[in-house]
């Protein structure tokens, strides 16, 4: 039996943590017991909101639903029912979302085996490709918390005028729409118009901690998931949140936080193959957005698998998660994490959130606002309204233009080592790509060979979905980060029905006015745009795989 599985072991209702002893031990003081001390475990239970501080207290009042939504959303199944049995005929799920309304139900219907399409881009290609599969048996579940968000606005548009241009009556293509959304949004409004099907979801719970609210049962009921017994694992889970000692969750948060409080503060996200698929990704936007602000913050950095570059340091805390584990062992080919995370996925829902949570009790942080988030957000209206600003590439190598800053040299391998030399003792570096996520997938492979190259952790996001993750961390956490961000050429745009731009013009918007935010901090930002994007992509994996540590 490994040394892991050996020691202290918190567990309840089929949730087991392994590992997190030893890490608090780590401290000097015991932070776990410094929680119990100061009774955070039955205040975190009872929806205290003054577990933040004051100034945190108004947000926490409004954002503790998550705590017990598992047990209100018990009267939307009824609901759901009825909505599968009506749009049986419509066997093609497309979730047009972003972040907390979309990374959830992709973590639920992957490991549990269901299809469903998620549109979470503003990229023209990933759009056409969606909106031309299957249209006629589609049905779009269109999730936004506030109603406003512009990526879920333009799926919206995209998909009503091509229904409409597919010979459907208005009457016709409302059918064709779920919406889900808080109650009194602009959004509501909008479903009443179209003739769309409407489900409230939970106005207590924030964006990321949604999973178990309609924003994450809609589209996996629909989809084809019994969404019931991912309540009832979570509702098996919850008698033990208030506990001092047999409370996985607690035990979970502790060592989150004292490993940051001992400059570990990079947590790699790794799944152990044992039955959960993409938790790490959802993970990332819940911990990176909820601690990565003041200042402080722990990232969250998904690595590919237990041997991957990136998952080990001295300042990185490897956290592996799973279904049940079989007696005998923790998997990863021999790869040990430092805290293994296994139980059914409903249960890991409400863990990973208590024990988020928890983590920003102990870093005297608000783990409810995202007060960076809507800097780039700005940035991208003033640039739609204004024009791109004009730029020009530093140097042109192949099917990559290259814009560096001043000072950096003047060929593709050689920017890119003096990117990763930046880094430092505690730098990171975040590759943020702006292409298709399906059609420019190989662009993923770039996250280890630069892990590997700089032997620091590398974060990979595909955008403008970060934007709505560990896009609050890059701004609001601490600022020892390097941004690589990759563009690609637009072959054929896509219009925006109703708006004056296109999907192209809006991604390229989103891509500026991000680099606006980052280099106004003054760190370090590189941007690749790919003039012909399969040639620069590969051109881009062969010059990172050249690049020794």
């Known amino acids: 039996m490994s040394d892991l599985l050996a020691g202290p072991v918190e567990a309840a209702a089929g949730l087991a943590v392994y590992g997190a002893d030893a890490v608090d031990k780590s401290a000097p003081a015991s932070t776990r017991d410094a929680l119990v001390k100061a009774g955070v475990p039955g205040k975190l239970a009872g929806k205290d909101a003054s577990l933040w501080g004051p100034d945190a207290e108004a947000e926490a009042k409004i954002r503790l639903g998550w705590v017990d939504t598992h047990q209100r959303s018990r009267e939307l199944l009824v609901q759901l029912a009825e909505l599968t049995a009506e749009l049986a005929d419509l066997d093609h799920v497309v979730l047009a979302g972003m972040g907390g309304s979309s990374l ?3 973590v639920i219907t992957r490991t549990l085996g269901r299809p469903l399409t998620v549109l979470d881009t503003t990229d023209p290609g990933q759009v056409r490709a969606a909106l031309g599969d299957r249209l006629e048996r589609t049905v779009v579940v269109v999730a936004s918390k506030s109603g406003s968000t512009v990526e879920t606005d333009s799926h919206r548009r995209a998909y009503w005028q091509a229904f409409l241009d597919a010979g459907m009556t208005e009457a016709e293509a409302g059918r064709h729409f779920v919406i889900v959304t808080d109650p009194g949004s602009p959004l509501e409004t909008t479903a009443t118009e179209m003739g769309a099907f409407t489900v409230l979801a939970d106005p207590n719970v924030g964006g990321r901690y949604s999973a178990l609210t309609a ?8 989809a084809g998931v019994e969404v019931a017994e991912l309540l009832d694992q979570a509702d098996a889970l919850a008698a033990s949140l208030g506990a001092d000692r047999n409370n996985p969750a607690l035990a979970l948060g502790a060592a989150l936080g004292a490993a940051a409080t001992l400059a570990r503060d990079k947590v790699a996200l790794v799944s152990d193959g044992t039955g959960i698929d993409g938790l790490g990704d959802w993970a990332e936007q819940l911990i990176a957005e909820s601690t990565g602000k003041a200042g402080v913050g722990i990232l969250p950095v998904v690595v590919e698998s237990p041997q991957s570059p990136g ?9 592996s998660y799973g279904g049940a584990l079989a007696a005998g062992d923790v998997p990863g080919g021999g790869a040990t994490p430092d805290v293994a995370v296994n139980g059914p996925l409903g249960a890991q829902f409400l863990a990973w959130e208590y024990a988020t949570a928890v983590a920003g009790v102990v870093l005297g942080i608000d783990p409810f606002n995202q007060p960076n988030v809507t800097e780039s957000k700005e940035n991208t209206n003033k640039i739609l309204a204004s024009g791109l600003p004009a730029e020009t590439p530093s140097f042109t190598e192949g099917a990559i233009e290259v814009y560096a800053p001043q000072g950096a040299p003047g060929d593709l391998a050689g920017v890119l080592r ?34 590997q190259a700089g032997g620091r952790p590398v974060t990979f996001g595909w955008g403008p979905r970060f934007l709505h993750s560990t896009g609050q961390y890059h701004k609001g956490g601490p600022q020892v980060g390097s941004y690589l961000q990759v563009t690609g050429a637009v072959v054929e745009d896509l219009e925006v029905p109703g708006k004056p731009y296109t999907f192209g013009e809006l991604q390229a918007a989103q891509a500026a006015g991000d680099r606006q935010a980052l280099a106004g901090r003054e760190r370090p930002v590189l941007r690749l745009h790919l003039t012909d994007r399969a040639a620069g992509v590969a051109q881009l994996l062969d010059a990172a795989g050249e690049l020794r540590a």
């Open 215 to 222: 924003f994450g049962l809609v589209p996996s009921a629909l």
């Open 418 to 451: 003096w990117l990763l030399d930046g880094l430092g003792d505690d730098g990171y570096l975040a590759v943020m790509a702006y292409l298709d996520r399906f059609a420019d997938a190989d662009a993923a492979r770039l996250r280890p060979l630069l892990a």
């Open 311 to 319: 998952a080990t340091g001295a300042d990185v805390l490897t956290v």
């Open 104 to 106: 959830a139900p992709e």
